[in-house]
């Protein structure tokens, strides 16, 4: 492994798998998150120490492209590493290994530092402590792309924000948006169309007791998926390439 | 650790925590039932095996009674061990402790094992590969109660059973039912309120694209919740004592 890489080992467990016996997009981004996490952690720019300085770390974009998604009880590895430190996001790569070394798909996520009372960045390049964590290394996929405004969207479902989709800080847990969009297709489309590439754009949290909306349009290449609240504001946004 | 005992270590996620930063109780559940899982396949009666012999474990029944919760990035053990099979039912306990070795509370599960294409029970009596491992040992604390016919019930929500709710054969995961009834309290009762015990009998499974309605009633020693389908059959009941 490279210098400033960190890897990760996670296993399958019965309950993240779908009827194709395969990861679900939502506990694979839970994973990557995950990585993401202990790997701040290892280097002292983990969430708990963040907090204690009054800033939190906000997932602004990601991009998922698998080959293969693990199966049931297999395990696998998550390397990952930061790329740079623009003044507003920085960038972390992810690579997915199984058990023999294959790469089995990548994923590249940006990321902001907020002040938790403000709600304003933080200068990233202004934080040495950060910054030598810089490898300058590419990832292995393309980074998130930036989703537009939707056209002809049409509403396909709606959820009430519930105890068990937030976190600590009564904020919806990322994966949570990705479980919202994907609830709302036939199985069949899902079981016989393999997600080929995911982007998703975290634009403004969705709070707890929020009713959001769902909204669909298929008139690209792939589908747009874009999760609004009752005043039609944009929390959510993703494009997704079936195979 | 007792012969015939198997133990596991987790490790608490950020997207697992509630307000209080504490385990919310359905990943709980999720890591006792992997810990059951990872057991029952090193002792060769794990999920893949029955599978492949026809046969599949069904969750009937659970009791959890904490005295402290993990925290966020937090690692915890849980040990696990069957004490009997009888004819329909098996029992499984589990006691989860903290690092230091300090028990952080106790489970107790039970189990029916039944056959894929007919749905009817095996005696589990007639399988020395499982009897073998029943070692006599009560658990910590009390197995799961019987949950009645609820009195003076209320409708308090309702759920339409989706893609991130169900497993591989499209039975909806353990967990979620867990979810529904939780989500149906104001937040302000979960995180004033500690869970002292809590009993589910899983009775009848809710199926992809069912809606569901969850029922409660506070006319007991601390709430009882009937989740129904459309019928007003019951699928899943629990019993909730708060502190």
Known sequence: MKELHN??????YPQ????????????????????????AEENGFGAVEMIRQ???WVLSQLSIEM?????????????????????LLTTRHFVVYDKQG????????????????????????????LVKFATGENGH???PQRIGAL????KVGQ???????????NHTNSMKYVEWMLDTYPLEKLYQHRIRRFDINYLREALYGEEVYIYRSASGEGDEIDIRNTEGTSLCKAHIQFE
Chains 1, 2 share one sequence.
């Not at 294959?102 to 390049?125: F, H, T, Y």
């Open 7 to 12: 890897r990760y080992t996670f296993f399958v």
């Open 16 to 39: 993240e798998i779908d009827g194709n016996e395969q990861l679900r997009l939502s506990p694979l981004e839970s994973y990557l998150l995950n990585a993401a996490g202990l790997a």
């Open 54 to 56: 009054g800033i939190t």
């Open 67 to 87: 080959k293969r998604l693990p199966k049931q009880y297999e395990s696998f590895e998550i390397e990952t590493w930061v790329e740079d430190y623009g003044r």
């Open 102 to 129: 294959e790469e089995m798909g990548a994923a590249c996520s940006q990321w902001a530092l907020i002040d938790i009372e403000s709600r304003r960045p933080v200068n990233l390049q202004s934080r040495p402590d």
């Open 141 to 143: 996929i393309e980074k």
């Open 151 to 154: 056209t002809d969207a049409q």
């Open 159 to 169: 959820h009430k924000v519930s105890y068990s989709d937030i976190d600590y800080n």
